[in-house]
């Protein structure tokens, strides 16, 4: 399929239901309004941030989000994810309390991060929870994904939700035993299913919302999106998340593998609305996560948000630009620089104008619905 015909082919995706964060957008306000009234600072940055509108690549403001990777190892191999490639499933080192300190102090900017990356944070045990409850502290809103596999070892679902961690995204990638664990590799579904109870169960107790069940939508589990649904319900959650595209990790092999087993375009919108309208009848709230169309080049407002207002910081403190990258070794910006010199820097300021110039780099493409992008000559692009 050429690149017109498919996003052709997927405009009939337009206007599906976007995910909220998991306790209600209401409850994401009033915590946005608690960080910024606790620091007179955090304020004036916020709203410098809110000045500029993304349209200059210098920027006078600190970033307002951070996607921070506590760990870059996983106890999985799933088949999807980067982590399979490396050795022992590990790339780097485990980001410190300290540095992760650090980082927050300096980053005064900060409402809202994702504490997470290419890896199973729980692995890191006490020294996770320690940075949610400092982030907490501030009044940060906390985002983390885990794959579920730790959370009855020490009671890790109670010291998780006892954290007053904002949202946990769990990942459920198939509604039975053959299906989840050819795709989650070194996975016991049994357990992962036991596990999503025991902290749902204990959100229920402490009549909080906090969780959402997150499927990547593959060739391997598109049969399986009701049955999934009703695993949502049955073990919990009362928010879902179809994730309908598969990240490429900055890496063209990845483009290749992924697109292997890659269903965008082959699903129908009649069919995930009514998923919405299963999950309505099961107590669930069913969203769709999906990049395509979202970013274009017409206008400031339409590119990526991320050069602008936040980025990914890898354990090893490395600068990357996004979570679709996440991987530092397959795209890093300002080399051998800390995050605060990085984000002020001449590369960085660079990477900004190229998206404002239309002149998408190459490793940011598949986000963007614009065939020029395409058009550009590799050689020419990061």
């Known amino acids: 399929m050429v690149v017109s015909d498919t996003w052709q082919a997927r405009r009939q995706l337009r206007d599906l239901p976007e995910p909220e964060p998991a306790a209600g957008k209401e409850a994401y ?11 007179e600072r955090r304020r004036e940055n916020y709203e410098r941030y809110m000045r500029s509108c993304r349209r200059s690549p210098e920027v ?97 679902y109670r010291q998780l939700a006892e954290t007053d961690v904002n949202e946990i995204q769990i990942s459920i990638d198939g509604a039975d035993k053959v299906t989840f664990e050819t795709i989650r590799r070194n996975s016991r579904f049994e357990q992962v299913i036991e596990n999503c109870k025991l902290i749902n169960g204990y959100c229920r107790e402490r009549n909080v919302v906090r969780t ?23 073990t919990g959650f009362n928010n879902q998340v179809f994730s309908l595209e598969l990240t490429n990790w900055g890496m063209d092999h990845w483009t290749e593998r992924n697109a292997a087993v890659d269903v965008e375009d082959e699903l129908n919108r009649t069919r995930l609305m ?47 630009p996004c979570c679709t990258i996440g991987n530092p070794d397959a795209y890093e910006l300002a080399v051998g620089q800390s995050f605060s010199q990085a984000w002020t820097s001449a590369e960085y300021k660079d990477f900004r104008q190229a998206h404002l110039r239309g002149e998408i780099p190459k490793v940011c493409r598949g986000c963007y619905y614009s065939e020029k992008a395409w058009e550009h000559d590799d050689k020419d692009s990061p």
């Open 274 to 320: 009514a998923l919405v309208d299963l999950g309505a009848a099961l107590g669930v709230k069913v969203w769709f996560w999906n990049i395509t169309e979202k970013y274009s080049t017409v206008s400031p407002q339409k590119i990526c948000p991320w050069p602008f207002e936040r980025a990914y910081i890898s354990s090893d403190l490395r600068t990357v």
């Open 29 to 39: 306000r009033r915590e946005l309004e608690l960080a910024l009234s606790c620091s």
């Open 60 to 156: 006078d403001y600190l970033p307002i989000k951070l996607d921070i990777e506590n760990v870059s190892r996983c106890n999985f191999r799933c088949t999807m994810c980067v982590v399979s490639d490396w050795p022992k499933g590990k790339r780097g080192a485990d980001m410190t309390l300290d540095d992760f300190k650090r980082l927050i102090d300096e980053q005064y900017g900060l409402v809202e991060i994702k504490l997470q990356g290419i890896g199973e944070p729980l692995m890191q045990g006490e020294v996770f929870f320690e940075m949610i409850r400092y982030a907490r502290a501030q009044h940060i809103w906390v985002r983390t994904t885990t794959n579920a596999s730790l959370l009855h070892l020490k009671n890790n």
């Open 212 to 234: 959402k069940m997150w499927t990547v939508v593959q060739r391997g589990n598109a049969h399986q999106l009701e049955d999934l649904v009703r695993l949502a319900a049955e």
